[in-house]
């Protein structure tokens, strides 16, 4: 999209909002499903709309404004052709205004859209994360020509909010994996601790014996560990209150 195409105030005000419901903590899918019916609402012509995600080594739909998109994305993924894959592999977006025209560089998703859904126009946009391509935003039209350039101009937008949204919810993703992987090291350590003082052992020692110990009970390190702490604090916990299943004394009879 050129730099000179004027940004309908509309879409300003749904990005306010998507905005908000980001960063007041909307789990994934209620931001996967704002950002494909603020599509559908807000781009001229657009039917229906769906979000395409790379998940490990597949694509999956994230959120579909109804089963026809979601219909449409299979039938892409099934026959590795039309404007939402290509849009992924190339450096600018799809568009096909007409899908009933026999020139369509999709000859295979043309013939199964036009015989299987009322979609007759579409346009795929490729979705960035810190330089990867992780999917596509794909809008679709009932009718043929409705989705013109004007439309593909504000889809573009869409999409380039779509990106910025997908790199917010990484982030907190790998934010709230940090502060577990640092709860879990916490829990580790003050068990290694526990085990060091009840049975005057060195640290190295310890750590075996609480390695030895979740591999014999089948249990996560983590999970042992947070448990033999919370075994050791019910010592000190206000009498009739139940002490936990596993504590330092009994994970090193365990071991």
Request: hydrophobic share 40%; with cysteine; aromatic share 4%.
């Amino acid at each position: 999209m050129t730099s000179d195409v004027p940004v309908d105030p509309t879409i300003n005000d749904a990005f306010h909002r998507m905005s908000a419901l980001i960063y007041a903590g909307a789990d994934s899918g209620s931001i996967h499903r704002s950002l494909v019916d603020c599509a559908a609402h807000l781009v001229e012509g657009c039917d229906r709309a769906s979000l395409l995600l790379r998940t490990r080594d597949r694509f999956v739909t994230a959120a579909s404004t109804d089963a026809i998109a979601r219909r449409i994305d299979q039938i892409e993924i099934e026959i590795g052709e039309g404007p939402c894959v290509d849009a992924i592999v190339s450096e600018a977006y799809q568009h096909d205004a007409d899908l009933t025209d026999a020139t369509s560089p999709w000859p295979r998703f043309t013939e199964r859209i036009v015989a299987e859904t009322p979609v007759r126009s579409a346009i795929g946009y490729r979705l960035l994360l810190d330089g990867d391509k992780v999917g596509a935003l794909n809008l679709y039209s009932d009718t043929p020509g409705a989705l013109t350039g004007r439309s593909a101009d504000s889809g573009a937008v869409i999409a380039s909010f779509a990106s910025v949204a997908l790199m917010a919810i990484r982030a907190r993703e790998e934010a709230a994996t940090l502060r577990q992987g640092l709860q879990s090291n916490r829990e580790i350590g003050k068990a290694v601790g526990l085990l060091m003082a009840a049975h005057h052992i060195s640290g190295e020692e310890a750590f075996e014996l609480l390695r030895t110990t979740s591999q014999e009970l089948n249990m996560k390190l983590a999970k042992l560990a947070s448990q033999i702490v919370e075994g050791q604090e019910s010592q000190f916990a206000p009498s009739g209150e139940a002490p936990s299943s596993i504590s330092a004394g009994g994970a090193a009879d365990a071991g």
